[in-house]
């Protein structure tokens, strides 16, 4: 099986590798010349769907197979298609033993052989130049051209014979490695003209890679004021720019640091465009002025640049570019009024309306701003909730997250703005764009009253959350088999991958959290007016429910989202831990030996315990680890005290103490 399509080893030979891409949320290019849908892709997915026409299937096809291919050949009686795609299979298996040849260096009886293969490939391609298959042919035949690097070839052959055949993908594929020969015989400008004309920002990418820089931009300038590679280059320059300004290097592609000397040169330059008047797309050359010098500290001047870039001539990608970078820069400097207010909602119908190539572009500016500009804008005037708007209309991931945060009664009161009439435009606006599930906010606010313990508030909210939606969530596993009324400190309640990772939909009966505020005010009710041991037992009970709940217990799902090691006690939340720990105390007042020992045994419990009672330190004397006791953490004295009671407990040490490591290993710390 191999990826049929195989244009330009101009590309294939001369791109820089790289592992792995990455890109930060907020690194995001806002001038943009061009559509990113690169030539490769796009005669790729046509010549698939020639393969898939003539296989006469209904399935998108991603993968040439030349046996399937002849078998389908032979059923229509198509010998001329048998012959061709065998041979464009000896081919395809040559380009694939070059691109192997990155991992270890052929011999000389490999290469002679590729090249006996190549040179009857070639022949044969030829020799079919005349029949029905004419530009596939051709094609095959450049192709062999190409990797035998006969360059000067494929430049005769298409000036002179394939330059005339009719429009197919076929001839743009030829055409584009005609510009590669072009480009490896000297003719650099013409190459530079063609690749641009076709979109095959990749083989530009090749063609210009160590002299992308402001020289470069001016010398094609120079010989052609509307050279069809000045929009790649200068793009290129910018987006490069703009990275080392962001300071995201890791995991770029083709990123070279531009310092601001530099950035400031092309600036000017750029404004020497635009007043000599030969451009066509004076747009593109401002917009990247205007960029150029806010990026590098001239905010003021960037944003009088762009503002004319926006009642400038050129493409509309240009203009796009223009104006999205006005966006941002307007909402970095432009005061808050109600001006601006209706200034950014026209920007907003604007970014958020219609389809098409500029909608993803438009739509990650928007991204970017909101983050690095308007949170922070709004943010300080105590316009929370429009923050909030903002980021929950374009799905931003920051809005679960300060939703997740907020204060519960403030979280409240943004669940009623999202529903309330405006008189603010711009609110207005943005309410009729959120995506807000009512079910979604009941739960939420139900779980941050949990967080707190403020069981009737959680009741009030969770009670409007049906079981089907609970039964939806990702942590319902847990809530199906797992129970809050187990002692943590005696059984941890692990669940076996068979459970844990099923694919099977858990059968929930109610709605857990419900449940659990329930219970929880009922036992808080009994235990505030119950006496004696009864009042200790009540504690106790308690106290397994707190510690379950809490962000270390196995029932951390009734108050969070998910689970990590690196949990803590979260802003606007209670430490069930703590309380936990405080209730285990009163519980130890009990006069029933046997509580007593539950309650002071629970206490010792490592995570109800933030310092544990010993650490271990290196000892460089003699190059081993030793135990060095900290008596003051609180886990030592929970031991120590659990240690005296044993001593004089009438029905001697459990078999739940005895069996305890931790235990053991503290009683016999003295000898």
């Known amino acids: 099986m191999k990826r049929f399509i195989l244009i330009s080893l101009l590309v294939v ?93 052929p011999s000389k009886e490999e290469l002679a052989q590729r090249n006996k293969t190549l040179r009857e490939v070639q022949a044969y391609a030829l020799s079919k130049v005349k029949t029905k298959l004419r530009s596939q042919h051709a094609l095959l035949y450049m192709r062999c051209n190409m990797v035998l690097g006969l360059n000067r070839d494929n430049v005769t052959f298409w000036e002179n014979t394939a330059s005339l055949f009719i429009e197919t993908v076929y001839k743009d594929m030829m055409k584009n490695i005609y510009a590669g020969a072009l480009y490896k015989t000297g003719r650099d400008a013409e190459a530079g003209e063609l690749f641009a004309e076709m979109g095959d920002y990749n083989s530009l990418m090749t063609q210009f890679y160590k002299r992308r820089s402001f020289a470069a931009i001016r010398q094609e300038y120079e010989r052609d004021a509307n050279a069809g590679v000045l929009p790649f280059l200068l793009q290129d320059f910018v987006n490069n720019a703009q990275e080392a300004v962001d300071q995201d290097m890791e995991g770029k592609l083709f990123v070279r640091d531009i310092k601001k000397e530099e950035a400031m040169q092309m600036a000017q330059f750029a404004g020497q465009v635009i007043r000599e008047g030969k451009t066509k797309n004076p747009a593109m050359w401002k917009a990247a002025q205007g960029w150029l010098e806010y990026l590098f500290g001239k905010k003021q001047q960037g944003y009088d640049d762009i503002q004319q870039a926006l009642n400038m001539d050129g493409t509309e990608w240009a203009k796009t570019s223009a104006r999205v970078i006005h966006f941002y820069i307007k909402s970095d400097v432009a005061p808050l009024n109600d001006a601006f207010d209706k200034w950014l909602t026209n920007e907003l119908q604007w970014i958020n309306g219609g389809e098409g190539p500029y909608e993803g572009f438009k739509g990650g500016a928007l991204t970017r701003a909101i983050n690095q500009q308007l949170v922070d804008k709004y943010d300080k005037v105590g316009r929370d909730f429009t923050t909030n708007a903002l980021l929950n209309i374009t799905s931003n991931y920051a809005y679960e997250a300060r939703i997740n945060s907020m204060k519960v009664e403030r979280l409240e009161d943004f669940f009623t703005y999202t529903k309330s009439p405006s008189d603010n435009e711009l609110d207005e606006y943005l309410k009729g764009q959120m995506k807000i599930s009512p079910t979604k906010m009941y739960e939420l606010i139900g779980t941050k009253h949990l967080r707190v313990c403020q069981w009737e508030q959680a009741i009030n909210w969770l009670q409007q959350v049906p079981v089907s939606y609970m039964a939806d969530q990702t942590q319902v596993v847990y809530a199906v088999n797992r129970k809050w009324t187990i002692e943590p400190w005696i059984t941890r309640q692990w669940l076996k991958d068979e459970i844990e990772y099923s694919n099977e939909k858990q059968k929930l009966k109610s709605n857990y959290k419900l449940d659990f505020a329930k219970e929880m005010l009922a036992m808080e009710k009994e235990a505030a007016i119950m006496k004696g041991d009864a009042q200790c037992q009540r504690y106790y009970d308690l106290a397994i429910r707190y510690a379950q709940a809490s962000y270390s217990g196995d029932c951390w799902y009734l108050t969070r989202y998910g689970k990590s090691w690196t949990d803590s006690v979260e802003v606007n939340e209670a430490n069930f831990g703590q309380i936990a720990k405080q209730l285990l105390q009163k519980a130890s007042q009990a006069k029933d030996p046997v509580l007593k020992e539950k309650a002071l045994f629970g206490s010792c419990y490592y995570y109800l315990n933030p310092t544990p009672w010993y650490e271990s330190v290196w000892n460089n004397d003699n190059s081993r680890f030793e135990i060095v006791y900290r008596p003051q953490s609180a886990q030592f004295q929970a031991l120590l005290a659990l240690e005296q009671f044993e001593k004089s407990n009438k029905n001697g040490v459990s078999a739940i103490v005895s069996n305890c490591d931790v235990y053991t290993t503290f009683i016999k710390r003295n000898k």
């Open 13 to 105: 030979l001369g791109m820089p590798m790289m592992a792995c891409g990455w890109y930060g949320t907020d690194n995001i290019y806002l001038f943009r010349l061009y559509d990113s849908n690169e030539f490769s892709e796009r005669v790729d997915k046509i010549t698939r769907d020639n393969w898939k026409a003539y296989l006469g299937s209904d399935q998108d096809y991603y993968w040439f197979d030349a046996d399937e291919i002849i078998k389908a050949a032979q059923k229509k009686n198509d010998a001329l298609m048998v012959s061709y795609v065998k041979n464009l299979k000896r081919y395809l298996d040559v380009c694939s033993s070059v691109r192997d040849d990155s991992w270890k260096y």
